[in-house]
């Protein structure tokens, strides 16, 4: 589906970004003679292909994503199915998982709890003194 941007229902159309079919629901009036007079249930089913952002908190195993509970998505998997089965799909090789990652070197100065950096915005603030 992501190579191809196929799926089971048909050709993904491409709209800023956001690849999806186009199956719509019949909304053509029914002939009064024939059952106009009765409710008639209709759906659609369509597929939908769009780049997200995963996170995990580091020490943690799972990953964490603004589409829904990914609480049972363990990250090695490199794939999961939420609860409205979407799919999310990502590359599970990274070996970024670190508490910490490093920006730079930087000299500057402390004032008690607050350390400014001398040739950049940048300001740090300890929760106790460092030392």
């Known amino acids: 589906?992501?190579?191809h941007k196929k799926c089971s229902l048909g050709t993904?159309?491409?709209e800023e970004g956001l690849y999806h079919t186009d199956k719509k629901i019949?909304?053509?009036p029914r002939t009064w003679l024939l059952g106009s007079f009765n409710w008639e249930?209709?759906?659609s089913t369509n597929c939908y292909l769009f780049n997200t952002e995963i996170t995990?908190?580091?020490g943690n195993a799972h990953i964490e994503t603004l589409l829904g509970d990914s609480s049972h998505c363990p990250f090695k998997n490199g794939n999961c199915y939420l609860e409205d089965k979407t799919q999310i799909i990502w590359p599970s090789n990274s070996e970024k998982n670190c508490e910490y990652t490093p920006i730079g070197t930087w000299s500057g100065q402390r004032m008690g709890q607050t350390w400014v950096a001398d040739k950049l915005p940048l300001?740090?603030?300890f929760p106790e003194v460092p030392k």
Do not use: A, Q
């Open 1 to 3: 589906m992501i190579n």
């Open 41 to 43: 249930t209709v759906c």
């Open 56 to 58: 995990m908190r580091f």
């Open 123 to 125: 300001l740090l603030d």
């Open 12 to 14: 993904l159309i491409n």
């Open 26 to 28: 019949n909304l053509s």
